[in-house]
């Protein structure tokens, strides 16, 4: 099955190369992947094309892990690639430019299977074209690069390109890659798709009608500008980012582990919230995350930040070893570090060191060391403790809102306490622990980085907040590209670097390595500017293009990651809910808060729960509460939300930077028979009755509010077909005409005709289960 | 059916379809439509599928997992120890314990008495397996299970044990068992998820279950296992809203279609192609599963068989027997979870709650399966996540105490496809606390469930940031012991 790695790898030499004979070999690549051995890089560059398949296939002997190395061989350093044999010290594992007289090559197509590198018991390989790229690597004269993503990262000049309008730095880095590959970018998207696009990634919402009214007439691009503004300010947009933080930071409001009481860490998500509404530079948001309890006379803001480092999972099962879990949240701690904020997975090199990355197990507790010293314990409290914020924590009283915290939404009631960081006066000494095991001490350790991403200068405090400097260096390499990178996502689909949680070795390669390393300079040099980041990609015609896709581009471009069209993808759970609840006008807007429980298959809670803890059984809100926005859903991490999960939220167990988005069955009985959605569906049916006084009319409004657009004449028809021939149906049958409106919490709109009404929602329902309305 | 999504595939013209086609998964796979990642083209989880099917010609094509949640103690059920009477009370030798960690529950414990089962065993079968009186019914099956008694664990505690035996790894996170078997195999029947779980409860002292027990970790959330609950909705959202007919429901989704058609024409995306299939299949499983669960079908014989309680929907005897009717219908992975195996006290009453809940229905799954013809290719397991202490846990008497959790040894039983019916694999020493003979690892344990069912442990992996997984993590030696 190297098949399918051929033809992606293929992408990556195109990403790397750019200019090859294009058209050939698109031509080629369509036809399959047999076609792809033609498709060699002439210039052979290491980084993009050598080191991947070294990483992949060499690296777990071969490697940084020092325990597990064979034959004292490593090809992950320039030492080791050029160095002399063990037992030979006349011939060398690369020779440059003479691949016959390099070891490496020599193994690689040995005949004899004890000879042969992989050796085949290891179930890896090399097909051909790898074979043959390491060996024109070697006669190209075996040019060696650091990993690309510990380089820093420079602005390289702009390419110069010829199109109209196509001339911000995003748009011409683009460009020059499509047009490498022969490719031409869409026009502009229509109008009102735009606005709905631009919306439900500013916002996380539909365009609201106010919107529409605004700024729905003019699609100038003056115009698309003062929408774009408008909609960063909209409270909205805090709530829109928060969603990905809190992936990012696995909030939930219960502990986890499996008697999984619940927490009070909502104040902390309103936090999160008022930062990207008041556009809080990404240094200072990080760093107050970090390390706001040891910063000079701490806020109570400062100290409310900190949270994110005790969003983890917390234990409550009697009987466990203290020591064992307290390990385990340090760990986590240092797991979320370096994959929140550097993209590295850390975690390999807890137990031994990576086998992919030059990252030592030492270096793993070097880094954990700086979370190692709360004053906390890995059992505080069972599920029968009053209080299960445990210790370190801070309480929010009335005054406290009133006086300094007024971004939190708390109602005049008990006083919310929440985790927070606390550093001890004397640090607990950190060793390696051998195997990772908790009580396996090996040597102590002096706190500090991975060198070969950027070493831990003494100018640095060695304390959070000195690691939040070092984080935010402008040496530092990752931190930046990390952060515009998962920005990227977020509005592409698809990160520039695709595995945006893993910048590693085994991570993907940039697509636009030149137009992410703008980017993060960009972003770096100007004060780590959320908004302006985001300003910049939406304003970008790469981002306004249609996402129409032609025939050619599906077979050339099947992701979209050279984007000579608009992003297009399926809205996020959250998305998906909040659309029934904004189209509808059903929707609370209040921002923040107590976590709700809305609407949920019965049982779900009480058929798994452990007998005891005060969420065994679910207990539905009331009224307002049913109609809040998603990311205000109570998230029980041993029983999520089911709609999120089977939307593909993550189970918030751990830190997750991406999303996988699948497309399942149980998805479509979830959007068919929802009760949020068959509300949503008879509430806009009943309001738009009312308005317009005509079924007919009305049907033609519930597509334009869900949709942003008019029906086509097509469309039109088949809906209002539909329309009158269930209408009829239902006006012979009132009873469940009648029945088919009680669904649902909110009572039925006074003064409208059961059986129109029913009619009609059952065309919304139609329109609600559009792909296109759940695909921003 | 086969043919829709063939002729959808090729519309759609994706790179990765014609890469499986030329390896020949096109006869595999394609029966699951749950699997999305033949509409995806994702390359990197492809090449990661292939690797896992048929390294060997399966012994088994599906398994049904009875996971005794809360862990039964061996010493009541399958490890028969009769010296211990004799040493009723007496502190358990430092010899045996060997400084062995033990949980916050009882590591403050001054004595270690030992405490010997307070029920008697009888040897059952042609090998004379030994059974307690708890467990008649198993008794009478005891020539098609193979007792294993030394499987062990390195976790103490419910929730890391039990994430272990699920996922090859004590935090939670990876793809559980019948995630993987879903992913690596796909799914039999074309109108039913390939992996599905059904809990119950009995009254002894219980643990909670974790959605992420059956949770595709890494995986697509495709994967997951899908719960199949008692009541009127047994999957989520499967039932129309109240009143609507089969035929309205199917005009609706035509108009939904013709829409999605229409989109498709004018943008060109392939997703939009693959969310009419997904609409299809979920119209289908609303008359699968209501078929499924509808049990007027079953012989008055085979409602004696696994007893009343099979006709109370949500009771682990009518788990058993829908997962009966869910192996017939091919569906890949059927893991059941019965609550309530947590004796840390009053154990000799609540076991004999418990055992009575699981005995009849456990044997009755077996015998029904087999008298079907379908026990030789399904594959059975029956078991906890840990063992029990031999030392008695708080108040002690003859007749009434307690026991910890003990991870050194403890007793499961596996029957049907590829397992060696009617022995006992294994020996523990005289207080069932350390392995004295063949221990089984739960690494081990995973790589020969996986071996049955065709898959090479070691190969059926996934790269996720970087790392290539695998349900066996990096240990797991297949044992050939108990394989027929």
């Known amino acids: ?776 | 059916m086969q043919k829709e999504i063939l002729e959808s595939k090729l519309n759609i013209n994706r790179r990765a379809f014609f890469s499986k086609m030329s390896i020949g998964i096109g006869s595999l796979a394609l029966g699951s439509l749950l699997i999305p990642d033949l509409w995806k083209g994702n390359d990197d989880d492809m090449a990661a599928l292939l690797p896992g099917l048929s390294h060997f010609a399966p012994k088994a094509k599906r398994i049904i997992y009875l996971f005794q949640s809360g862990a039964p103690s061996q010493l009541e059920t399958f490890d028969y120890k009769p010296k211990l009477r004799e040493m009723f009370g007496q502190e358990l030798p430092a010899s045996i314990r060997q400084g062995q960690r033990l949980t916050g529950m009882t590591s403050g414990q001054t004595a270690f008495p030992i405490a010997p089962s307070y029920i008697n065993f009888k040897q059952y079968g042609q090998n004379g397996t030994w059974i307690s009186d708890f467990f008649p019914h198993i008794g009478k099956i005891a020539d098609d299970i193979c007792v294993i008694r030394t499987l062990n664990t390195e976790a103490i505690n419910h929730d890391p044990a039990i994430t272990f035996f699920q996922t090859g790894n004590q935090q939670s996170g990876r793809p559980s068992m019948g995630a993987w078997m879903s992913y690596g195999l796909g799914s039999e029947n074309e109108n039913l998820p390939a992996f599905m779980v059904l809990t119950s409860r009995g009254k002894g002292n219980s643990q909670g279950l974790y959605a992420h027990l059956w949770g595709s970790g890494f995986l697509d959330s495709v994967h997951q296992g899908v719960m199949l609950r008692g009541g009127k909705n047994p999957v989520l959202y499967l039932k129309d809203p109240e009143g609507m007919s089969q035929a309205e429901r199917r005009q609706m989704l035509d108009q939904i279609a013709a829409l999605n058609q229409n989109s498709y024409e004018q943008m060109g995306d392939p997703e939009t192609l693959a969310r009419i299939q997904q609409y299809e299949m979920a119209y289908r499983m609303q008359t699968s599963v209501p078929e499924l669960m509808d049990l007027k079908d079953e012989s008055d014989s085979t409602v004696k068989l696994y007893g009343p309680d099979c006709l109370v929907p949500g009771t682990y005897a009518a788990n058993c027997l829908l997962a009966r009717r869910l192996a017939e219908r091919g569906v890949r992975f059927v893991q059941l979870y019965h609550q309530g195996w947590d004796q840390h006290g009053n154990l000799p009453n609540e076991m004999g709650g418990q055992a009575k809940d699981v005995d009849q229905a456990s044997a009755a799954l077996i015998t029904d399966l087999k008298q079907r013809g379908l026990l030789e290719d399904t594959l059975v397991i029956w078991g906890g996540e840990f063992g029990r202490t031999v030392f008695c846990q708080g108040e002690f008497k003859a007749d009434n105490y307690g026991r910890d959790h003990h991870p050194r040894c403890f007793s499961i039983w596996m029957a049907g496809g590829g397992i060696k019916p009617g022995i006992t694999y294994g020996e523990t020493d005289d207080f069932s606390y350390n392995v004295v003979k063949d221990p089984v690892h739960i690494h081990d344990f995973q790589a020969t469930i996986m071996n049955l069912m065709g898959i090479d442990h070691e190969k059926l992996i996934f790269k996720h940031q970087g790392r290539r997984y695998r349900l066996t993590d990096v240990s797991g030696k297949i044992v050939p012991g108990i394989m027929a």
């Open chain 1, 1 to 776: 099955m190297q098949r399918g790695n051929k033809t992606k790898k293929h992408w990556l030499w195109l990403a790397g190369l750019g200019a090859i004979s294009s058209i050939v070999l698109l031509s080629e690549c369509a036809k399959g992947p047999d076609a792809l051995g033609t498709a060699l890089p002439d210039v052979v560059d290491f980084n993009f094309h050598v080191k991947p398949i070294l990483s992949d296939r060499c690296f777990k002997c071969h490697g940084p892990d020092a325990q597990k190395r064979e034959a004292d061989l490593r090809l992950d350093t320039k030492e080791g690639l050029f160095q002399a044999l063990e037992k030979h010290k006349d011939q060398f594992v690369v020779v440059p430019g003479n691949p016959e007289g390099s070891e490496m090559w020599r193994r690689l197509i040995h005949e004899d299977p004890d000879q042969l590198m992989p050796p085949p018991n290891s179930n890896l390989s090399l097909n051909e074209t790898e074979k043959t790229i390491i060996r024109r690597w070697i006669a190209q004269g075996a040019k060696y690069q650091k990993h690309w993503a510990f380089i820093l990262p420079k602005k390289a000049p702009l390419p110069k390109v010829k199109h109209e309008n196509w001339d911000s730095p995003i748009d011409r880095w683009v460009l020059s890659k499509m047009q490498d590959l022969r490719l031409q970018p869409n026009d502009r998207e229509e109008w009102p798709r735009l606005i709905r696009r631009v919306c439900l990634d500013l916002t996380g919402l539909p365009p609201t009608e106010a919107v529409m009214k605004k700024f729905g007439a003019d699609d100038s691009p003056a115009n698309y500008r003062r929408l774009v503004d408008y909609l960063l300010k909209q409270p909205t947009f805090g709530e829109r980012m928060a969603t990905h933080w809190l992936d990012v930071s696995r909030y939930a409001d219960s502990h986890g582990y499996q008697d999984d009481g619940p927490r009070t860490m909502w104040p902390w998500r309103d936090w999160v919230i008022h930062a990207f509404n008041t556009n809080m530079p990404f240094n200072r948001f990080v760093s107050w995350q970090l390390a706001g309890d040891l910063l000079p006379n701490p806020t109570k803001e400062m100290l409310l930040a900190t949270g994110f480092n005790r969003n983890h999972k917390i234990t409550q099962e009697g009987g466990v070893i203290q020591e064992e879990y307290r390990i385990e949240y340090v760990t986590d701690r240092t797991n979320t570090f370096s994959k929140a904020f550097m993209g590295l997975t850390m975690e390999c090199s807890k137990c031994h060191d990576h086998k992919y990355d030059p990252i030592t197990q030492k270096e793993y507790f070097e880094l954990f060391s700086f979370f190692n010293s709360v004053p906390e314990v890995g059992l505080y409290g069972d599920i029968s403790a009053v209080s299960l914020a445990d210790p370190p924590r801070m309480y929010i009283h009335n005054a406290t809102v009133r006086d300094t915290l007024p971004f939190i939404n708390k109602k005049p009631m008990d006083t919310a306490v929440v985790m927070i960081m606390e550093e001890m006066a004397k640090p607990r000494t950190t060793f390696v622990l051998k195997r990772g095991q908790y009580d396996a001490h090996g040597d102590s350790v002096e706190r500090g980085t991975p060198k070969s991403v950027l070493a831990f200068d003494k100018k640095f405090k060695a304390d959070r907040a000195g690691l939040a400097d070092w984080l935010f260096s402008p040496k530092h390499p990752l931190t930046a590209r990390v952060f515009t990178n998962r920005m990227w996502m977020e509005f592409f689909g698809t990160g520039i670097v695709k595995s945006s949680e893993d910048f590693g070795n085994q991570g993907e390669l940039p697509t636009h390595p030149e137009l992410l390393d703008w980017l993060a300079v960009d972003f770096r040099d100007n004060g780590w500017d959320v908004k302006r980041l985001i300003r910049q990609i939406v304003l970008s015609e790469t981002y306004q293009q249609s996402a129409a896709i032609s025939k050619r581009k599906q077979e050339v471009d099947p992701e979209n990651r050279y984007l000579a069209r608009g992003p297009r993808m399926r809205m996020s759970a959250e998305m998906i809910r909040d659309n029934w609840l904004a189209t509808s006008n059903l929707i609370n807007p209040e921002v923040g808060g107590p976590s709700v429980k809305p609407y949920q298959p019965e049982g779900l809670w009480e058929d798994t729960n452990p007998g005891r803890g005060p969420l065994m059984f679910y207990k539905q809100d009331k009224k307002e509460k049913l109609y809040r926005r998603s990311l205000y859903t109570f998230w029980k991490r041993t029983a999520p939300p089911p709609f999120m999960l089977t939307f593909d939220a993550p189970m918030r167990d751990y830190c997750t930077p991406k999303r996988t988005r699948t497309n399942t069955p149980l998805q479509a009985l979830n959007m068919l028979n929802d009760p949020q959605m068959l509300e949503a569906a008879r509430w806009l049916a009943a309001n738009l009755l009312k308005k317009t006084g005509n079924g007919e009319t009305a049907v033609s409004k519930a597509f334009e509010r869900i949709l942003t657009r008019s029906p086509e004449s097509s469309e039109l028809k088949q809906l209002l077909a539909y329309y009158q021939a269930r209408r009829k149906e239902l006006q012979s049958d009132k009873n469940r005409a009648e029945k088919m409106l009680q669904v649902g919490e909110v009572a039925q709109a006074k003064g409208v005709n059961p059986s129109e009404c029913a009619a009609l929602s059952e065309v919304v329902q139609i329109i609600y289960n559009m792909d296109e309305t759940i695909t921003k």
